[in-house]
Structure formats: C-alpha cells, structure tokens
C-alpha cells in the first residue's frame, strides 16, 4: 500500500499538464496508468482520499485518458477509481452545503 501511495502521489505531483510537449504528456499518462492499476480495490479509496480538490480534478483527467487508450483489464479498474472519485466528489458537495447552511 505505501509504495502504491507514494508512486500515486508523486505521479499527480509530476503532471506535466502545464507541458506543450505531448510526447511528455503520453509518458506521464502511461506512468499513472500503470500506478492506478497497481492498486488493489481495497486501496483506491484511501488515495482518493488524500487528495485535495485540484488533485482530484487532474486524476479525473488521468481516467479519462486511459479509458481513451485502455489497456488489458485497465478499463474495469479505471471504472473503480471514477466510483471512488465520484463518491468523493458527492460527499464533498455535501460538506459544502452544510457548511453553507451553517453560515446562513
């Protein structure tokens, strides 16, 4: 689980989203493709878990990508990060409803 976490956070860490090269962009989206699907299903919640809301934006991203160029068995463990993700996000709106509730 840590050196799983750990690739995760420095793969986010190192997007090159702000890059023109494409060649660098096709290398880190093959690098994260290959850490997402390092993960066992009982660990993708937890590193969904430990990523504020920019970071979740750019693995959205990475999902979208892989599902574009799917590798063998990548489609179905992509579809597992989105649900956690998605998950993620539904309780994050929420958070911020009460906390607007709460200010009213």
Same mark, same amino acid.
């Given at each position: 689980t840590?050196?799983?976490?750990?690739?995760?956070? #420095?793969?986010?860490?190192?997007?090159?989203?702000?890059? /023109?090269?494409?060649?660098?962009k096709?290398?880190?989206?093959? #690098?994260?493709?290959?850490?997402?699907?390092?993960? /066992?299903?009982?660990?993708?919640?937890?590193?969904?878990?430990?990523?504020?809301?920019?970071?979740?934006?750019?693995?959205?991203?990475?999902?979208?990508?892989?599902?574009?160029?799917? #590798?063998?068995?990548?489609?179905?463990?992509?579809?597992?990060?989105?649900?956690?993700?998605?998950?993620?996000?539904?309780?994050?709106?929420a958070?911020?409803?009460?906390?607007?509730?709460?200010?009213w």
């Amino acid at each position: 689980t840590g050196d799983a976490l750990r690739a995760f956070h #420095t793969a986010i860490r190192s997007s090159p989203a702000n890059m /023109k090269s494409q060649a660098m962009k096709e290398q880190a989206q093959g #690098t994260m493709l290959k850490v997402l699907t390092s993960f /066992k299903s009982s660990e993708i919640e937890q590193a969904v878990n430990s990523l504020d809301r920019n970071g979740i934006d750019l693995l959205m991203k990475y999902i979208y990508k892989g599902f574009e160029k799917p #590798t063998e068995n990548s489609s179905a463990i992509l579809l597992q990060w989105h649900e956690k993700v998605r998950v993620w996000c539904a309780l994050g709106s929420a958070r911020s409803l009460l906390l607007l509730n709460e200010q009213w």
